[in-house]
């Protein structure tokens, strides 16, 4: 028998592995694979998997033979997550008696009849209590702990796949279940560690993975991938399926990243088991000697209200290159980072963090850290004038910088050009250095305990 072609469930053959793989997104989802071996006959085939999470989304599901043997048919594919429990099963003898284990201290067990007037189970999870008739009265409890005559055989006890399959052919497989679940999430933080005066730093950077699916896996061959994969809201659409069935990759570092389609991927070096309800955290990168310039910029526009002239804030910033002339040189995920200084006494302490988008290889970075306490600024309009008639304005500005350190540091004052239309510097103090369209800086020396004064001029045209 010879089915369509567009309903074969075949694939090219690649490596597969019996244990079960995730690969866990950014958005709180993952790809999860896992092994289910199938005796097929030739005709039609009832085939169930116990395995699969609480939060699996069913129309994300694959069925399929790796290795590419069998051609089968998938008549029809049902999900059920409804286990079996006591107030449902009690719910299926409603109107009917039983027999309830009554257990009593310092006697021994009795059992008591009992005939089920309400169950108490409500789909949903509402609670309603149960009624019992015992001896001809009815109690709002139940007389014992029940005793089923047997499960049923339309009941679960996992949340369960179950497929009707046409198949070619008989023969054993060892069949893929892939499918998106929800109740994964992962993210990346990095710890940042440098001596007081140091231009140097140590970087190390963690995985954490958490599982809230209700599933434990274990020796799960663990994928993660970092970048904006798109998803339908609210809606949870069959996804980019090919990240399900990506190569296997080198295991012999802790973690392996590598570019895949438009993303990255990384892959933790060796399996590893993830409970249900648990937090699992891996290193994937460390550095050390990592050359992260400090950074002090004054933007004074952001302290001046009104014409009132108060003292600003001037924000520290730490610029690194994510390249391996820096010793770093790996594509970085999203993430937090923390900013530790060691002290004379080589004790750590933390001086701030931020966060980091995701940051391809050889790209800058800059993280803002915080505001200095011994460097101060002031930034004041000295004059405005505005002729409509020619379509022109001319601002004065006063920026003032303090170092109140015992060594020299560099200020950048950056300034923005926001009145609209094209603009110039008419005349300024120093040189600047224009930083896009609209933002220019000036760079400003300055010598312990020294203040110093940028003015500029800036004419618009419109």
Not at 8 to 33: E, M, Q
Not at 234 to 256: C, G, L
Not at 295 to 300: H, L, Q
């Amino acid at each position: 028998m010879k089915l369509p072609a567009l309903l074969l469930l075949a694939a090219a053959s690649v490596s597969f592995a019996a244990d079960p793989a995730l690969t866990i997104y950014n958005g709180g989802y993952a790809v999860v694979r896992e092994t289910l071996p199938i005796d097929l006959k030739s005709g039609v085939n009832q085939v169930s998997f116990a395995g699969a999470t609480a939060q699996v989304e069913s129309d994300s599901v694959i069925l399929r033979d790796v290795a590419g043997k069998a051609e089968f048919q998938i008549l029809e594919q049902s999900y059920r997550n409804d286990p079996v429990s006591q107030a449902m099963l009690l719910s299926l003898f409603e109107g009917k008696t039983l027999e309830f284990v009554r257990r009593e201290s310092n006697k021994p067990d009795r059992v008591v009849a009992g005939k089920v007037v309400r169950s108490g189970f409500v789909p949903g999870g509402n609670f309603v209590e149960p009624i019992v008739e015992v001896d001809g009265k009815l109690q709002f409890s139940l007389p014992g702990e029940p005793a089923f005559p047997s499960l049923g055989t339309d009941n679960v006890l996992k949340p369960t796949l179950n497929w009707k399959l046409n198949s070619a052919s008989a023969g054993k497989i060892d069949a893929e279940v892939a499918y998106l679940s929800r109740g994964f999430t992962w993210e990346a933080s990095y710890n940042l560690v440098a001596t007081e005066k140091s231009d140097v730093l140590d970087v190390v950077g963690w995985v954490t993975m958490n599982n809230q699916s209700g599933m434990t896996f274990a020796d799960a061959k663990i994928k993660l991938m970092a970048g904006d994969v798109n998803r339908v809201q609210p809606d949870y659409p069959q996804m980019a399926r090919a990240a399900a069935f990506s190569a296997a990759m080198d295991a012999v570092k802790v973690v392996a990243e590598k570019s895949f389609d438009e993303f990255h991927l990384y892959t933790l070096g060796n399996p590893a088991t993830l409970r249900d309800k648990e937090t699992k955290q891996v290193e994937f990168v460390r550095a050390t000697g990592v050359k992260a310039e400090r950074i002090y910029v004054f933007e004074g526009a952001q302290h001046y209200r009104r014409g009132v002239t108060a003292p600003g804030k001037v924000q520290v910033y730490r610029e690194f290159k994510n390249s391996e002339a820096n010793k770093l040189g790996i594509a970085l995920p999203k993430g937090k980072v923390r900013f530790y200084s060691q002290d004379g006494d080589r004790q750590l302490e933390f001086v701030g963090e931020n966060q980091i988008d995701h940051t391809p290889k050889d790209e800058t970075i800059r993280v803002l850290t915080g505001n200095s306490f011994d460097l101060t600024g002031e930034h004041r309009m000295t004059n405005n004038t505005e002729n409509g008639a020619e379509r022109v304005a001319t601002q004065k500005y006063e920026v003032k910088v303090r170092n109140h350190k015992k060594e020299p540091v560099e200020i950048r004052v950056v300034e923005h050009a926001n009145h609209g239309g094209s603009w110039t510097l008419a005349a300024q103090s120093q040189e600047h250095a224009k930083v896009d369209a609209n933002t220019f800086e000036f760079r400003v020396p300055l010598k312990p305990d020294e203040e110093k004064v940028v003015t500029y001029t800036i004419r618009y045209t419109w």
